[in-house]
Structures are given as C-alpha cells and as structure tokens.
C-alpha cells in the first residue's frame, strides 16, 4: 500500500502498464529507465520533445493533463496512474479506472520528488545514481566557474502564454533552485522581494523590468508568448537594461526551464556550461 497526497493506492510490485498524467512526472520516469504506455500533455508550456525526444514521441497521449481522456485511459487498462498536480476531481475518477498515485509538485524539492518515485516503481538505487551524477556536473561547474561564482548574478524570466506581462523566478521556482544549488545568485533586487518559500515568482509590469538586470538573462518563451517577448523587446525599458546593452539575454527552451525534474535539470546545466563556461568568457563579461 503507498500512501500518497490524495489517499492511498495498492499498486503491484513491478508494474508495466503506467500511464503519467503530466511530462514532469515522465522526465523522472524515464530517467529511472520505465517506459510507461501513455502520458498527458501539458496544459501551458511547450512538449518536452527537445529532451526527451522519441521516448515521449512514442507514447500514446490522454488528452491535457488536467482533462484526462477517461475513455482511452479505460481502453489502455493501465495497471499504475501516476502523476503530480492531479486534482482531486480525476483523482476520483482515475483511481476507479486504476490504482492512482497523486503527488505534490513543489519546484524546488524535485530531488525529493525523484527519489519519491523510485521507492513507488522500485527503482531508488537508479534514483540515487542519477542524483550522484547529478551532484557531479555541478561540482564540474562551480570548478570552471572558479572564483566568479560568487561574482556573478543571473535573472530568469518567462513570458507566459496566459498572462501579458514576464516575471521573474526566485531561488524557490525549479530554475532559481538549481543556480541557487549551485551558488548563483539572483540580483539583490530580486532577493529583497521574496520573503518566503512558496513566492517562486513575481509578476512585472513594464515599469518593473528594471529587476531582471543582471549579469545573464535567461529568458523563457511559452508557446503562444512569442509576440508578447516581441513587444517588450522594442520598448524603452527593455533596451535600456545593462544586460541586454552587454547581449547577455539568452533564450532558452520553456519546456525544460519552467517546469521539471531530472533531466530538465539536466538540460539547464548543460545551457549553463553553454552560455556561462563555452559562450562567454566570464573573466571579461562580469562587470
């Protein structure tokens, strides 16, 4: 029996018919080598098609991950539903269809969250190998790096699909806890308006964006956002920050940044060895 966020479900001891009701949950399941048979789509950001490529390609699709399909998912007899942010409303209804397993998605303990579900798939030591390789590419950073690591200060920013204004993210979101793991601060002016761990973003007006100013900007564009990022770019504001007059603005992959676990942090680390180590030459950008 594995108690989870929304009850208790008895799931077999190896089970082969999992359906994922989201592409967070996926990025963990695949890493921990299980392919499931099904998975929901994402409601805002884009697939995760650029990491997980044909292993995602492959699989059959429920619908939106908050409007599971319940018709197919009964035609696919799962044997395991798995997933984070399911409400209590499917809960209901998928736990009916097959033994559900809902589980909290908090950004910045997604380490948690992984060796979580190795324990559910019977996977931890696998769990426990990918953090440790893990840990082992942020010590290879923080080593070239060297001595700008604590010189250093690095925004980022979404611009949503849903909402016509960026934000910026704090240690607490999934992003700013991976550079925060790794030493890299967002700037004071970010730093002085997060008071507690649930604030993992703020929104910005136009008369705001002087707070992404730093010395990197990773910005992340949602699908449907692009024209939204256009019209911001062109504004005063926009070119009068010191990050943008120094082109250190990179745009980088929604699908990985915003939301993830594994292998989306993964996929931010090698951008970091790409913009910070490989791109830039750390040594002449920092002021």
Not at 77 to 100: C, H, M, R, V
């Amino acid at each position: 029996m594995i108690k989870h966020d929304l009850g208790e479900a008895c799931i077999p001891n190896r089970p082969n018919r999992i359906i994922v009701s989201d592409e967070i949950m996926l990025d963990a399941i695949l890493a921990l080598g299980i392919k499931p048979i099904a998975v929901g789509k994402p409601d805002l950001v884009s697939s995760k098609t650029s990491i997980l490529g044909t292993k995602l390609k492959e699989l059959s699709t429920i619908g939106k991950q908050s409007q599971p399909n319940l018709e197919k998912i009964v035609k696919l007899n799962p044997d395991l539903i798995i997933g984070f942010l399911i409400s209590q409303e499917n809960y209901k209804l998928l736990s009916q269809i097959a033994p559900t397993v809902a589980l909290e998605y908090n950004q910045s303990t997604w380490k948690d969250a992984l060796r979580r579900i190795g324990e559910i798939v019977g996977e931890q030591e696998k769990a426990e190998i990918l953090l440790n390789q893990y840990q082992q590419r942020l010590t290879k950073l923080r080593a070239n790096l060297g001595n700008k690591l604590t010189k250093i200060n690095v925004s980022i920013s979404r611009f949503h699909g849903q909402v016509q204004s960026p934000e910026f993210r704090s240690k607490f979101s999934f992003p700013g806890s991976i550079l925060d793991e790794i030493g890299i601060s967002p700037p004071e002016s970010q730093r002085q308006l997060i008071a507690t761990p649930d604030q993992n973003l703020i929104q910005l007006s136009i008369e705001k964006l002087d707070l992404l100013d730093a010395n990197f900007l990773f910005v992340a564009v949602d699908p449907g956002a692009k024209d939204l990022f256009e019209k911001y770019q062109k504004t005063h504001m926009w070119q009068s920050l010191n990050v943008v007059k120094n082109q250190r603005v990179y745009i980088v992959d929604s699908s990985y940044w915003i939301f993830g676990n594994i292998q989306s942090a993964n996929a931010i680390v090698n951008d970091l060895f790409k913009y910070l180590i490989d791109t830039v030459n750390v040594q002449s950008k920092v002021d």
